[in-house]
């Protein structure tokens, strides 16, 4: 969910000279090979005393690196104890802070981290299970749901740059272009540009720094060899980062990148592996979630709304891959059939004054039924999705789910044995929800659908049969074809 622009803190604004200035002159005396930052040290800790108990992120950010510069030369070769250093100095510095804006506060961490993964692996992964454990006890929604404070605050609250901020931390680095780029290796070029905009929230951050951390780690226990011992793992530690914050970072992450950037880690077969695994976990932890969403306001409504929906989106992708399982397709029908999530979306509906008739019918649907019904309710008028590139993902999916009927429902009806009425019943499940809203009604339909466990699998089957080649060998990539007639890929799309 993009929140909207808002302008730096009037209170705070003069610290953006400040820093610019203190950033400039970093470089500067970093190029001359001076590793002694004592100077910012002291300019910097009365600064976090002056704004406690909730100190500005960049300050701190600035605060830690200089520091962090500075201690090489008494750590000498051993970066991960430099780097464990640099966690438990976070550690208290932020202890007062919301859950999402503490996790957020890790993100040099990361950078850190994914320095060091290739050269000390056994090191780096015993700081890491520190770190992970760390973010599951101290990081995770306060008060349980989506409930959290701080997630909706302004990332760069003085008007700095956090791309210029990134410049502090990746001194470093010879020949570096895209400053963001080298500080989030993990994440693609549109989460950037999102983490990197005046607009971002602290929510947003942390869910990337969550999902990153969670992605490094399990790339250190990955083993081809031993996949159900892994996916024991990623379900273990998808539900201990339980938060609004991390679910929606995950989720962004596994629909917008293409792939998740950890080939130089693992290599393309294991990354899609672990991709296929991470994408599971996700599907059912995102449940809990909904277990009592409770009544919240206006803000954390929307916010589980719009996680919903792109935990659908999520959900239709990995089902349409599965089309060539019987197994994994039934599978997947009974887990949308006993998901809460289709539910807490009929809720929203009703709760912005729709009426819904038989929604049983709805929720016995296909995961393409139900956003092809959500599609139907935007063109009434009703803002479902946040965004017109969530809309264009949403026409996407039932556009690709779409075969033409006239030649390959013959063939498959030879193969699958599935009659006329089968052929068509995806049609009918969508037409038979009649939705009134204010003055408007609609009669209801007559025609009902037999809701057998057979018959959905095969339904789900038949209507999905034409995306199995392209969405096994290619990454998903939504098409603007119904709106302007150009194709745009995932990573153009803002969640």
Request: proline share 4%; charged share 25%; glycine share 6%.
């Amino acid at each position: 969910m993009q929140p909207p622009i808002r302008n730096p803190n009037p209170r705070l604004e003069f610290l953006k000279p400040l820093l610019n200035d203190s950033t400039k002159q970093f470089l500067a005396q970093h190029r001359t090979g001076r590793t002694d930052f004592s100077d910012f040290e002291s300019i910097f800790t009365r600064l976090l005393q002056d704004h406690r108990p909730d100190p500005p992120l960049e300050l701190l950010w600035f605060y830690s690196a200089v520091v962090f510069h500075s201690s090489k030369q008494d750590f000498g070769e051993d970066s991960v104890r430099l780097t464990r250093s640099l966690f438990q100095m976070l550690v208290p510095l932020s202890e007062s802070f919301s859950a999402a804006k503490r996790a957020a506060t890790l993100s040099p961490l990361v950078y850190n981290l994914s320095r060091l993964v290739k050269t000390r692996r056994e090191e780096v992964s015993e700081l890491l299970d520190a770190i992970v454990s760390y973010v599951s006890a101290y990081c995770g929604d306060e008060g349980g749901g989506c409930g959290g404070g701080g997630e909706d605050d302004l990332l760069m609250v003085t008007g700095f740059s956090f791309a210029d901020l990134s410049r502090v931390w990746v001194v470093d680095e010879a020949g570096v272009g895209d400053c963001l780029e080298t500080f989030m290796p993990f994440v693609g070029e549109r989460l950037r540009r999102e983490v990197g905009s005046e607009s971002c929230s602290v929510g947003c951050l942390a869910g990337i720094v969550a999902s990153q951390l969670l992605l490094l780690s399990l790339c250190l226990r990955f083993d081809s060899e031993l996949r159900k011992d892994l996916r024991e793992s990623v379900v273990q530690m998808v539900n201990a980062f339980h938060s609004c914050y991390f679910s929606d970072g995950i989720l962004k992450m596994l629909l917008v990148e293409p792939y998740l950037h950890l080939t130089p880690l693992l290599g393309p077969e294991d990354e899609a592996a672990l991709l296929e695994t991470i994408t599971e976990a996700v599907i059912e932890s995102a449940e809990s979630l909904f277990l009592n969403p409770g009544s919240r306001n206006d803000q954390r409504s929307l916010q589980l709304k719009n996680i919903a929906i792109n935990w659908l989106f999520l959900f239709a992708k990995a089902s349409l891959r599965k089309i060539d399982d019987q197994e994994e397709t039934s599978r997947y029908m009974n887990m949308f059939s006993h998901s809460r999530i289709p539910y807490h979306l009929v809720n929203w509906v009703i709760s912005q004054g729709e009426v819904i008739r038989d929604v049983d019918t709805l929720l016995n649907s296909t995961p393409v039924s139900f956003i092809e019904w959500l599609l139907s309710l935007e063109e009434q008028g009703l803002r479902v999705f946040d965004c017109d590139h969530s809309k264009n993902y949403a026409k996407t999916v039932v556009h690709w789910s779409r075969p033409d009927l006239s030649l390959e429902a013959t063939l498959l009806k030879q193969q699958d044995g599935v009659d006329q009425d089968a052929e068509m019943a995806d049609h009918l499940i969508v037409s038979s929800i009649s939705i009134s809203s204010g003055s408007s009604t609609r009669k209801r339909k007559e025609e009902r659908l037999d809701k057998e466990g057979e018959t959905k699998t095969k339904l789900f089957k038949l209507r999905h049969n034409n995306f199995q080649e392209k969405a096994r060998l290619q990454p998903f990539v939504f098409s603007d074809l119904l709106v302007n007639g150009t194709e745009v890929g995932v990573s153009d799309m803002e969640l």
